[in-house]
Protein backbone atom coordinates (compact mmCIF):
# COMPACT_ATOMS: atom_id res chain seq x y z
CA UNK A 1 0.00 0.00 0.00
CA UNK A 2 1.26 3.18 -0.81
CA UNK A 3 1.05 5.99 1.96
CA UNK A 4 -2.58 8.02 -0.20
CA UNK A 5 -3.55 3.71 0.59
CA UNK A 6 -3.09 3.81 3.72
CA UNK A 7 -4.25 7.43 4.54
CA UNK A 8 -7.66 5.75 3.91
CA UNK A 9 -6.96 2.21 5.17
CA UNK A 10 -9.02 0.11 7.81
CA UNK A 11 -7.36 -0.48 11.25
CA UNK A 12 -7.33 -4.31 9.67
CA UNK A 13 -5.36 -3.19 6.62
CA UNK A 14 -2.77 -0.62 8.65
CA UNK A 15 -2.31 -3.75 10.81
CA UNK A 16 -1.42 -6.02 8.12
CA UNK A 17 0.84 -3.35 6.08
CA UNK A 18 2.70 -1.95 9.43
CA UNK A 19 3.31 -5.26 11.07
CA UNK A 20 5.76 -6.65 8.51
CA UNK A 21 7.60 -3.21 8.82
CA UNK A 22 7.63 -3.43 12.73
CA UNK A 23 8.78 -7.17 12.09
CA UNK A 24 11.85 -5.24 10.83
CA UNK A 25 12.22 -2.68 13.64
CA UNK A 26 11.71 -5.47 16.12
CA UNK A 27 15.51 -6.88 15.44
CA UNK A 28 16.95 -3.77 17.12
CA UNK A 29 14.47 -2.54 19.22
CA UNK A 30 12.41 -5.61 20.38
CA UNK A 31 8.42 -5.63 20.02
CA UNK A 32 8.50 -2.34 21.20
CA UNK A 33 7.09 1.14 20.74
CA UNK A 34 10.01 2.56 19.47
CA UNK A 35 9.49 -0.18 16.78
CA UNK A 36 5.74 0.82 16.12
CA UNK A 37 6.96 4.37 15.64
CA UNK A 38 9.77 3.30 13.56
CA UNK A 39 7.23 1.54 11.20
CA UNK A 40 5.00 4.12 11.26
CA UNK A 41 7.57 6.59 10.38
CA UNK A 42 8.69 4.34 7.57
CA UNK A 43 5.34 3.89 5.67
CA UNK A 44 3.78 7.74 6.36
CA UNK A 45 1.64 6.90 9.03
CA UNK A 46 0.83 8.53 11.96
CA UNK A 47 1.97 7.19 15.30
CA UNK A 48 -1.01 7.94 17.29
CA UNK A 49 -3.21 5.94 14.16
CA UNK A 50 -0.19 3.46 14.44
CA UNK A 51 -1.35 2.38 18.11
CA UNK A 52 -4.69 2.33 17.77
CA UNK A 53 -3.83 -0.64 14.98
CA UNK A 54 -2.05 -2.30 18.18
CA UNK A 55 -3.81 -1.19 21.02
CA UNK A 56 -2.63 -3.98 23.39
CA UNK A 57 0.96 -3.84 23.28
CA UNK A 58 3.68 -6.43 21.96
CA UNK A 59 1.42 -9.44 21.34
CA UNK A 60 -0.97 -7.64 19.63
CA UNK A 61 2.07 -6.59 17.63
CA UNK A 62 3.00 -10.25 17.01
CA UNK A 63 -0.43 -11.24 16.22
CA UNK A 64 -0.46 -8.91 13.46
CA UNK A 65 2.69 -10.05 12.29
CA UNK A 66 1.26 -13.51 11.93
CA UNK A 67 -1.66 -12.42 10.24
CA UNK A 68 0.40 -11.20 7.36
CA UNK A 69 2.19 -14.25 7.06
CA UNK A 70 -0.97 -15.50 6.85
CA UNK A 71 -1.94 -12.80 3.83
CA UNK A 72 1.05 -13.44 2.04
CA UNK A 73 0.84 -17.36 2.13
CA UNK A 74 -2.72 -17.10 0.88
CA UNK A 75 -2.17 -15.10 -1.57
CA UNK A 76 1.01 -17.27 -2.92
CA UNK A 77 -0.70 -19.87 -3.24
CA UNK A 78 -4.06 -18.45 -4.58
CA UNK A 79 -3.07 -19.77 -8.27
CA UNK A 80 -3.81 -23.25 -7.46
CA UNK A 81 0.09 -24.55 -7.69
CA UNK A 82 -0.68 -26.38 -5.13
CA UNK A 83 -4.01 -28.71 -7.23
CA UNK A 84 -1.40 -30.88 -8.49
CA UNK A 85 0.74 -31.75 -5.29
CA UNK A 86 0.77 -34.73 -3.12
CA UNK A 87 -0.68 -33.65 0.17
CA UNK A 88 2.65 -33.93 1.71
CA UNK A 89 3.95 -32.13 -0.84
CA UNK A 90 1.46 -29.40 -0.23
CA UNK A 91 2.18 -29.49 3.34
CA UNK A 92 5.61 -29.05 2.64
CA UNK A 93 5.52 -26.39 0.53
CA UNK A 94 3.22 -23.99 2.77
CA UNK A 95 5.51 -24.77 5.59
CA UNK A 96 8.59 -24.33 3.83
CA UNK A 97 7.16 -20.40 2.72
CA UNK A 98 6.34 -19.40 5.75
CA UNK A 99 9.56 -20.50 7.24
CA UNK A 100 11.35 -18.64 4.46
CA UNK A 101 8.74 -15.67 5.11
CA UNK A 102 11.05 -14.87 8.15
CA UNK A 103 14.34 -15.64 7.06
CA UNK A 104 16.78 -13.00 8.10
CA UNK A 105 14.12 -11.84 10.71
CA UNK A 106 15.53 -14.79 12.96
CA UNK A 107 16.18 -12.07 15.98
CA UNK A 108 12.86 -10.82 15.80
CA UNK A 109 11.07 -14.49 16.06
CA UNK A 110 13.34 -15.05 18.71
CA UNK A 111 12.08 -12.11 20.88
CA UNK A 112 8.44 -13.05 19.17
CA UNK A 113 8.23 -16.40 20.79
CA UNK A 114 9.88 -15.32 24.10
CA UNK A 115 6.84 -12.69 24.02
CA UNK A 116 4.27 -16.01 23.30
CA UNK A 117 5.59 -17.97 25.90
CA UNK A 118 4.38 -15.38 28.50
CA UNK A 119 1.71 -17.21 30.90
CA UNK A 120 -0.31 -14.05 29.93
CA UNK A 121 0.51 -14.68 26.46
CA UNK A 122 0.21 -18.60 26.25
CA UNK A 123 -3.59 -18.77 25.33
CA UNK A 124 -3.18 -16.11 22.53
CA UNK A 125 -0.20 -18.05 21.36
CA UNK A 126 -2.09 -20.93 21.03
CA UNK A 127 -4.66 -19.84 19.04
CA UNK A 128 -2.64 -18.53 16.80
CA UNK A 129 -1.02 -21.46 15.92
CA UNK A 130 -3.82 -23.10 15.55
CA UNK A 131 -5.40 -20.65 13.23
CA UNK A 132 -2.36 -20.66 10.82
CA UNK A 133 -1.82 -24.46 10.86
CA UNK A 134 -6.23 -24.34 9.95
CA UNK A 135 -5.22 -21.71 7.48
CA UNK A 136 -2.78 -24.33 5.82
CA UNK A 137 -4.84 -27.44 5.84
CA UNK A 138 -7.54 -25.40 4.34
CA UNK A 139 -4.89 -24.55 1.18
CA UNK A 140 -3.90 -28.10 1.20
CA UNK A 141 -7.46 -28.78 0.27
CA UNK A 142 -8.77 -30.28 3.77
CA UNK A 143 -12.53 -30.17 4.18
CA UNK A 144 -12.79 -32.52 7.33
CA UNK A 145 -15.17 -31.58 9.78
CA UNK A 146 -14.93 -34.96 11.96
CA UNK A 147 -12.57 -35.65 14.35
CA UNK A 148 -9.64 -35.84 11.98
CA UNK A 149 -9.88 -31.97 11.69
CA UNK A 150 -9.07 -30.99 14.98
CA UNK A 151 -6.31 -33.82 15.16
CA UNK A 152 -4.67 -33.03 11.53
CA UNK A 153 -4.74 -29.16 12.99
CA UNK A 154 -2.83 -30.16 16.48
CA UNK A 155 -0.01 -32.14 14.79
CA UNK A 156 0.44 -29.12 12.42
CA UNK A 157 0.40 -26.58 14.94
CA UNK A 158 3.06 -29.09 16.40
CA UNK A 159 5.15 -29.91 13.60
CA UNK A 160 5.10 -26.11 12.38
CA UNK A 161 6.60 -24.94 16.15
CA UNK A 162 9.02 -27.59 16.40
CA UNK A 163 10.83 -26.89 12.86
CA UNK A 164 10.33 -23.08 13.47
CA UNK A 165 12.87 -24.31 16.52
CA UNK A 166 14.78 -25.91 14.35
CA UNK A 167 15.44 -23.11 11.67
CA UNK A 168 16.01 -20.78 14.56
CA UNK A 169 19.66 -22.15 15.44
CA UNK A 170 20.22 -23.76 11.78
CA UNK A 171 23.68 -22.47 10.01
CA UNK A 172 23.84 -24.93 7.37
CA UNK A 173 23.58 -24.11 3.85
CA UNK A 174 20.31 -23.28 2.40
CA UNK A 175 18.82 -24.41 5.78
CA UNK A 176 19.61 -28.33 5.01
CA UNK A 177 19.11 -29.42 8.54
CA UNK A 178 15.83 -27.79 8.80
CA UNK A 179 14.42 -29.33 5.75
CA UNK A 180 15.81 -32.72 6.66
CA UNK A 181 13.85 -32.48 10.45
CA UNK A 182 10.73 -30.90 8.00
CA UNK A 183 10.36 -33.84 5.43
CA UNK A 184 11.09 -36.92 8.73
CA UNK A 185 8.26 -34.91 10.99
CA UNK A 186 5.95 -35.16 7.62
CA UNK A 187 7.05 -38.95 6.83
CA UNK A 188 6.31 -39.58 10.48
CA UNK A 189 3.07 -38.40 10.12
CA UNK A 190 1.61 -39.78 6.85
CA UNK A 191 3.33 -43.15 8.15
CA UNK A 192 1.57 -42.68 11.51
CA UNK A 193 -1.95 -41.88 9.76
CA UNK A 194 -1.12 -45.20 7.56
CA UNK A 195 -0.90 -47.22 10.56
CA UNK A 196 -3.94 -45.68 12.08
CA UNK A 197 -6.08 -46.19 9.20
CA UNK A 198 -5.04 -49.68 9.02
CA UNK A 199 -4.69 -50.73 12.83
CA UNK A 200 -7.15 -48.52 14.46
CA UNK A 201 -9.45 -48.26 11.99
CA UNK A 202 -12.84 -46.27 13.58
CA UNK A 203 -11.13 -46.95 17.09
CA UNK A 204 -10.88 -43.26 18.07
CA UNK A 205 -10.52 -43.57 21.62
CA UNK A 206 -7.05 -45.15 21.58
CA UNK A 207 -5.56 -42.32 20.22
CA UNK A 208 -3.68 -40.28 22.10
CA UNK A 209 -3.24 -36.96 20.84
CA UNK A 210 -1.50 -35.02 23.75
CA UNK A 211 1.47 -38.13 23.81
CA UNK A 212 1.62 -38.30 19.87
CA UNK A 213 2.44 -34.25 19.98
CA UNK A 214 4.66 -34.39 23.06
CA UNK A 215 6.90 -37.14 20.45
CA UNK A 216 6.91 -34.45 17.66
CA UNK A 217 7.91 -31.46 19.90
CA UNK A 218 10.91 -33.14 21.14
CA UNK A 219 11.77 -36.05 18.44
CA UNK A 220 13.99 -39.41 18.94
CA UNK A 221 16.29 -38.12 15.76
Not at 120 to 146: E, F, H, I, V, Y
Amino acid sequence: MSAADLADATLDELRLALAPEIALAAMFDGWSDAALESAAESLGVEPAVARLAFKDGPMDMVQGWVAAIDARMEAHFADGRLDTMKIREKIRALVWFRLEAVAGLEESLRRALAIQAMPQNAPKALKLGWSSADKMWRLAGDTATDYNHYTKRAILAGIYAATLAVWLDDESADKAETAAFLDRRIEGVMKFEKAKAQLLGGDREHFDVARFLGRLRYPQG
